[in-house]
T-cell receptor
Framework: GENVEQHPSTLSVQEGDSAVIKCTYSDSASNYFPWYKQELGKRPQLIIDIRSNVGEKKDQRIAVTLNKTAKHFSLHITETQPEDSAVYFCAVYSGGGADGLTFGKGTHLIIQP | GAGVSQTPSNKVTEKGKYVELRCDPISGHTALYWYRQSLGQGPEFLIYFQGTGAADDSGLPNDRFFAVRPEGSVSTLKIQRTERGDSAVYLC????????????FGQGTRLTVV
């Protein structure tokens, strides 16, 4: 089955700086890559996603890049703000025999004031 | 309703008991997923429904776990003979169609087996 690795597990950045979280996956047939933000005690919420036919997608301060050849994708947050503090999960959809998302273990992003 | 609703929000049960967890997806969403999230981990896929049928139950850990969606809307996750290792947050998600469309999560049911 699909294997998703996410790094780092914890990331601390100064407010206003950029944050980058990286994920790798194993199944070359994977075609959908969402990122979820989960605040403490809350549900995961989609913040951005990318499909395999594009290499980059931006939404204001958030961007995702995808390298299908290397099987990795990254989340980029610029001009970080205190409300960006949360746990971020990457996920991969492979389709085929498994129709759910495979999640990474999460990155705890801490924005230092 | 406006979002995915799960009940109860918290459930404490004794080891060996039977529990049912309910999920009410967003109206019109044909795809429904159950995930389990342990502390400090990402959600782990359990089962996926397309309409009324379980299209993929490969994530269910063993035969103590079962889920139904008899009318293609509300789903119930059933756990028999609960064990302490079953303690986790059980998340339900729904999406308009399967696969590459946004999955909306419920707030989860925190199950504690004592």
């Amino acid at each position: 089955g699909e294997n998703v690795e996410q790094h780092p597990s914890t990331l601390s950045v100064q407010e206003g700086d950029s944050a980058v979280i990286k994920c790798t996956y194993s199944d070359s047939a994977s075609n959908y890559f969402p990122w979820y933000k989960q605040e403490l005690g809350k549900r995961p919420q989609l913040i951005i996603d990318i499909r395999s036919n594009v290499g980059e997608k931006k939404d204001q301060r958030i961007a995702v890049t995808l390298n299908k050849t290397a099987k990795h994708f990254s989340l980029h947050i610029t001009e970080t703000q205190p409300e960006d503090s949360a746990v971020y999960f990457c996920a991969v959809y492979s389709g085929g025999g498994a129709d759910g998302l495979t999640f990474g273990k999460g990155t705890h992003l801490i924005i230092q004031p | 309703g406006a979002g995915v609703s799960q009940t109860p929000s918290n459930k404490v049960t004794e080891k060996g008991k039977y529990v049912e967890l309910r999920c009410d997806p967003i109206s019109g969403h044909t795809a429904l997923y159950w995930y389990r999230q342990s502390l400090g981990q990402g959600p782990e896929f359990l089962i996926y429904f397309q309409g009324t049928g379980a299209a993929d139950d490969s994530g269910l850990p063993n035969d103590r776990f079962f889920a139904v969606r008899p009318e293609g809307s509300v789903s119930t996750l059933k756990i028999q003979r609960t064990e302490r290792g079953d303690s986790a947050v059980y998340l339900c998600a729904s999406s308009l169609t399967a696969g590459t469309t946004e999955a909306f999560f419920g707030q989860g049911t925190r199950l504690t087996v004592v």
